[in-house]
Nanobody, 124 residues
Framework: QVQLVESGGGSVQAGDSLRLSCTAS????????MGWFRRAPGKEREFVAA????????LYSDSVKGRFSISRDNAKGTAYLQMDSLEPDDTAVYYC?????????????????WGQGTQVTVSS
């Protein structure tokens, strides 16, 4: 069992930046993709970004492309989500996940382990 702990959430103003971190309890995550998803109030969980095991490939949702950047440090077992130019519509609980494969794409079914989430609130 891999446990994931997210951190870095908070309340910010529109246009501000935040960096989320996700640390895995076991090094097995280094051979698998990692992803970020979010769930806004009253909405379904949606894909945000994903990164392959070796950082060679990344994928973003259209709503965050150009504003968010995903990265990882396998030596630390940690994935990051740099969020710039935040908008009120980015308000959500953000979850990180470890993929089933070296690159798992945008479908939640491609991920095996999930964190508890960190709240991001963006006010206008």
């Amino acid at each position: 069992q891999v446990q994931l702990v997210e951190s870095g959430g908070g309340s910010v103003q529109a246009g501000d930046s935040l960096r989320l971190s996700c640390t895995a309890s076991k090094r097995t995550s280094t051979n698998n993709a990692m992803g970020w998803f979010r769930r806004a109030p009253g909405k379904e969980r949606e894909f945000v970004a994903a990164i392959s095991w070796n950082s060679a490939s990344t994928l973003y949702s259209d709503s965050v492309k150009g504003r968010f950047s995903i990265s990882r440090d396998n030596a630390k077992g940690t994935a990051y989500l740099q969020m710039d130019s935040l908008e009120p519509d980015d308000t959500a609980v953000y979850y990180c996940a470890v993929g089933l494969r070296p690159f798992s794409g945008r479908e939640a079914s491609g991920y095996r382990y999930w964190g508890q989430g960190t709240q991001v609130t963006v006010s206008s």
